[in-house]
Structure formats: structure tokens, C-alpha cells
């Protein structure tokens, strides 16, 4: 069933575990996530980036894809369909082409204009019964060293004047592969939630350590965003079966290879979070 986070997300918040949500790439990965999610009887995010979308084809056929896989496959677990990292027209576009979220991600403007985009996009979305998620601080790349933790002003007042459902506050987390550890802020992210009482997500999932997700879901965060972990469990995949099978070229076979390595990172993710329905 394609539905918005909002129900999701508020029994994260409520049962102290968080939701995945996981980037889908293409057709295969959308089907591995589904089945593996539906499995396990979690609900789940399916993010899509507007470069995501841009090579699948666009926001519409990425969402009849997920809408038909949720129908052909039988998909019962409740599943959203969110923009990741979008702008306002990704997704004015997004929820018109039949997405259930969208994230939109005014940060790297000052705070005024980030409130102003945010709230255009908060009452477009809100009136369609969509969810939307905000970006306050800057969530970059690991390699970024400067801005890596949200002004806390700004997140009260991206909560308070937007209306938004869930935040994502830049707390020294960063997207791709840390290059050392995370100087995560439990400070900041303690003074957020005394602030703030709608669910806040935690992006650049990948590469955190096991004891920090456990602290970070004990701190508030309900939702988190894996894309890089999936891909590196993708390609071990497909890398080993390419070594020990090098007369196959049926694209099917090659392509699906990384299908093992991505359901125990799922499995393993899912176990860390204590995702439940
Ligand atoms: P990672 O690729 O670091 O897991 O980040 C994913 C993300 O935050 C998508 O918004």
C-alpha cells in the first residue's frame, strides 16, 4: 500500500525505533527492497533523488513502477514513496506524478528563504494529504568539514513556521563514506528534540557504527537514509559473480548478482533499528 510517512514515522517516534529508507537506483533494487521489506513485515521509504528519477526515466515512471510492484508482487507492508533531496519544483513534480513525500531541501539557501520554499511546498503538499520532510543546516559530503552541525534557531524556526512532518538537521552526519568517524552532535541533537516534536531523520546512514545508530534512535532520530551501503553490498555482489562467471552476459543474472549482499545489509539495518510494523 503506497501511503505518506506521517503514520510511520510518528510510531517510530513513539516506540523509540526508526524506519528505513532506503534509495532506489532502478527497477532491480526496487524489487530486491520490496520483497526483502515485505519479508521481513516492516514498513518502508523508498527515496528517489532527483538525479534517480532523471535516469529511470522521471517521477512518473518511477512511481507506476513502485505502484505496479506493489500490485503484482503483493505487496502488503505499508510503503512511501518519497522525493530525496528535492527542490521545489522536483517536487511539485514528484507528488502531481503520484509520489506519497517528498524532502524538500531549500538548505543551502539563508534561513528566510529556506522557510519560504519550505512552507510554498508545505501547503502544496499538505493539501494533496503528502508528507514533507525539511533540510536545516548543511548535509553534505563526508570530504565537507565546515557547517556540520545546524544552527538550533533554525531548526525551531523551520519547525515553527513551515509545518513541515518530519526534520533533518545537519548533526556532523554526511552523505557517502565517512572518512573518519563521525563527530556526531548528541548535544545538539538532545536540544532538537527537546524543541522540536515532529520525527526527525538522520541522512548519510551508511558507515555509521552500530553503537551510534543505537544512540542516535535512543536520541530521537526515527527515520534513516541508506544509499551508499546498499550500493557497496550491490557491487560485492555483482564483483564476485563477475569473477566466477565470466561466459555469462544475460544481463538479468549480472544485474540481480548483488541480490544476496543487499538483503543482509537490509536484514542488518533493519535488526539495528528495531523497525516494526
Ligand atoms: P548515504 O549514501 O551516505 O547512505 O546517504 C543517503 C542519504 O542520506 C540520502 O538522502
Redesign the pocket.
Known amino acids: 500500500m503506497l501511503v505518506n510517512f506521517i503514520d510511520m514515522l510518528n510510531k517510530a517516534k513513539e516506540g523509540n525505533y526508526a524506519i528505513p529508507h532506503f ?1 532506489i537506483n532502478n527497477l532491480e533494487w526496487t524489487k530486491i527492497i520490496l520483497e526483502k521489506c515485505e519479508d521481513l513485515k516492516i514498513p518502508v521509504i523508498l ?1 528517489v533523488s532527483s538525479s534517480a528519477s532523471k535516469y529511470m526515466g522521471g517521477w512518473f515512471v518511477c512511481s507506476n513502477m513502485v505502484g505496479s510492484l506493489i500490485k503484482e508482487m503483493n505487496i502488503t507492508i505499508p510503503v512511501c514513496l518519497h522525493v ?2 528535492g527542490t521545489k519544483e522536483d517536487c511539485i513534480n514528484a507528488i502531481n506524478n503520484g509520489f506519497t513525500s517528498v524532502m524538500i531541501d531549500a538548505s543551502k539557501y539563508k534561513i528566510d528563504e529556506n522557510i519560504k520554499i519550505t512552507k510554498e511546498v508545505v501547503e502544496y503538499a499538505h493539501q494533496r494529504g503528502i508528507s514533507v520532510e525539511a533540510e536545516v543546516g548543511s548535509i553534505g559530503l563526508t570530504t565537507d568539514s565546515e557547517n556540520i552541525y545546524a544552527d538550533i534557531n533554525d531548526c525551531i524556526r523551520l519547525y515553527k513556521e513551515t509545518g513541515i512532518d518530519a526534520l533533518a538537521p545537519a548533526i556532523g552526519n554526511a ?2 563514506i565517512y572518512l573518519e568517524k563521525p563527530r556526531l552532535n548528541y548535544e545538539l541533537l538532545d536540544e532538537i528534540k527537546r524543541e522540536i516534536s515532529i520525527p526527525l531523520v538522520l ?5 555509521i557504527s552500530h553503537e551510534d545508530f543505537e544512540k542516535l534512535i535512543k536520541h530521537g532520530i526515527s527515520k534513516v ?5 546498499l550500493q557497496i553490498a550491490w557491487k560485492k555482489g555483482l564483483t564476485n559473480f563477475l569473477e566466477n562467471n565470466k561466459e555469462v552476459y544475460d544481463p538479468r543474472k549480472i544485474i540481480l548478482s548483488g541480490k544476496e549482499e543487499m538483503n543482509k545489509k537490509i536484514e542488518e539495518l533493519v535488526n539495528l533499528f528495531n523497525t516494526k510494523m
Open positions: 534509495n527515496g530525496d533531496h552523505h557517502g541522512h548519510g546512514g551508511s558507515g537514509n541508506i544509499n551508499t551501503d
